[in-house]
């Protein structure tokens, strides 16, 4: 029998945990996070709590009421997923008839309710080529980032895995966001895609992240029934905030605790990107099968040889 969802008492426990860590920002995710009842409740409670609430959201319940209840609430910015500017394409995608015209009229309430936005976009084989575009529309709407999500195979990502971009695609890729980043007024973030990191220094574009893959590092995440992983892809349930406070699993956990070394195997651990970009975490696990330390095998990056002084 599937475990039961945190009730609210418990969320509520999970986020005084949660400031206990040290943490800043509480992102309310899914799934789809509107559809909790007490979804508002538990955003203000956040709130209360000193964090910074912000949603993750495919916005096709965000009503004119729904957008001024998350203002009251104390939510500071949204992220909403938009996958294509065709929106047949982006229906199917989502599995839900209507979804992109739905979406559209999502992020109207936030921008009438005052709540910043930015636009999520999972890239895709069928996609890949709308990115820039996307970015643009990004802009004509008044958002305020772009992050482009970049597959990994687990979970539902596992079944789709064909259709991700394949390495060489995958680097590309990465090189054509920076490059559209030089262009324009706003954050272009690729996501479980550490090597922007790399990308970006060689083309001398400024960026406010210090670090790409934070799995385990600054971040990580509880699903519905309080199962705590690093992150979203790395499909490794650790603990359970029923069973342990979370604040003890974030700062004990012997997994954590290894991924905080910083000691990758492979090219990851002789690259001199290693502090910075760290590789995906989660996708060298995948295609080690079993090894959240191994080299992340889509980076096409061959690392400098270090110098060694006597």
């Not at 400031?19 to 996070?33: D, L, N, T």
């Not at 605790?257 to 995948?286: D, F």
Request: proline share 5%; aromatic share 8%.
């Amino acid at each position: 029998m599937m475990q039961a969802e945190l009730n609210t008492d418990e969320a509520r426990q999970l986020i005084k945990d949660i400031k206990k860590a040290g943490f800043k920002i509480m992102i309310f995710s899914g799934g789809e996070p509107l559809m909790r009842p007490d979804i508002y409740e538990l955003i203000s409670f956040a709130s209360s709590q000193g964090l910074r609430a912000v949603l993750g959201s495919n916005g096709t319940l965000i009503d004119a009421d729904a957008a001024r209840q998350l203002k009251t609430a104390g939510i500071m910015a949204a992220g909403i997923s938009l996958d294509s500017l065709d929106e047949n394409k982006h229906d199917a995608f989502r599995g839900l008839p209507g979804a992109s015209a739905m979406t559209l009229k999502g992020l109207s309430h936030l921008r009438e309710a005052g709540i910043p936005y930015q636009i999520h976009t999972t890239v895709m084989e069928w996609n890949s080529e709308e990115l820039e575009d996307i970015t643009d529309f990004a802009i004509h709407i008044g958002a305020m980032a772009h992050h482009v999500f970049f597959l990994v195979p687990t979970g539902r990502g596992a079944d789709i895995e064909q259709e991700a971009l394949r390495v060489a695609a995958y680097e590309k890729t990465i090189v054509r966001l920076m490059n559209k980043q030089k262009t324009v007024p706003i954050e272009i973030k690729p996501t479980c895609a550490p090597q922007f990191i790399r990308v970006a220094d060689k083309k001398g574009i400024p960026l406010r992240f210090s670090r790409g893959c934070l799995a385990g590092i600054s971040y990580c995440i509880i699903n519905p029934r309080g199962d705590v992983q690093p992150c979203a892809y790395l499909d490794m349930p650790l603990a359970n905030i029923r069973e342990t406070p979370f604040n003890e699993i974030w700062q004990n956990h012997p997994m954590l605790k290894t991924l905080r070394t910083l000691e990758y195997e492979g090219k990851c651990g002789s690259c001199e990107y290693q502090r910075s970009c760290g590789g995906c975490r989660a996708r060298a696990y995948y295609y080690s099968r079993g090894n959240y330390m191994a080299e992340d095998q889509w980076c096409l990056y061959k690392p400098a040889e270090r110098q060694c002084h006597e």
